[in-house]
């Protein structure tokens, strides 16, 4: 839990330091922990996702009890459990649709590029490339490319809305938290992918990237 920790604990964890990564231990890292973005999946047609609705076991069960149905003279029984079926299958189908777009929607929030401390300057790379011990400087209007514990602040305030759903910017600080289990939203020493820096500048430790971050596992839900 990278709250209860101090900065200096977190680093140390992490085998990094303020001087950030150098461009050799982020490029193997980068081959450990892969690329920092949302989890990608498959996509399917239309078609293929509303046929997806009848591979569940109880639907095949339902489809079963309106064939017997049928062939026992009870049509009007058959009618009514294919109508539910096709019911169900209709809302499986626009609910998977929504959650598509929603996936879409949250990776187009993500910021392109960041800036990094590799071999104790200042890089700038794109947000894909970021790794957990790489130490993040951000400024106002910059968004978080990760999830990340605060080791420098200067009066930082977070828009956290889209993670929480608070309506006020947060005020963060570096100092560890000495509780085991902790909201996302009580987390002040922490900084989260997605969220955007609207006062202040920090220099944070990525902890987590990827599907690892609170954001990823939004996206994988």
């Known amino acids: 839990m990278h709250w209860q920790k101090t900065s200096d604990e977190t680093l140390k964890e992490l085998k990094t330091g303020k001087k950030g990564l150098s461009q050799r231990d982020a490029a193997e890292r980068f081959k450990q922990y892969g690329p920092n973005t949302l989890p990608e999946k498959k996509k399917e047609t239309a078609l293929q996702l509303f046929l997806n609705q009848f591979r569940n076991f109880l639907v095949i069960i339902l489809i079963i009890a309106a064939v017997i149905s049928f062939l026992l003279g009870e049509a009007i029984d058959g009618s009514a459990i294919i109508a539910i079926v096709i019911l169900n299958a209709l809302f ?5 649709r929504k959650a598509e777009h929603a996936l879409e929607a949250l990776k187009r929030i993500a910021a392109p590029k960041t800036h990094v401390v590799r071999d104790g300057k200042i890089t700038e790379i794109h947000t894909s490339e970021a790794v957990p011990g790489d130490v993040v400087s951000l400024e106002v209007g910059d968004k978080v490319p990760a999830d990340c514990r605060i080791i420098e602040e200067i009066n930082l305030k977070i828009d956290e809305s889209i ?3 608070e309506s006020t910017a947060v005020s963060k600080s570096i100092t560890a938290i000495n509780k085991e289990k902790l909201a996302v ?3 002040k020493n922490m900084i989260f992918s997605g969220t955007t820096v609207v006062y202040g500048r920090c220099k944070a430790v990525v902890v987590s990237t990827g599907s690892g971050t609170e954001f990823g596992k939004i996206a994988e839900m």
């Open 163 to 165: 993670l929480t759903g």
């Open 92 to 96: 499986g189908f626009f609910q998977e």
């Open 185 to 187: 939203a009580d987390r």
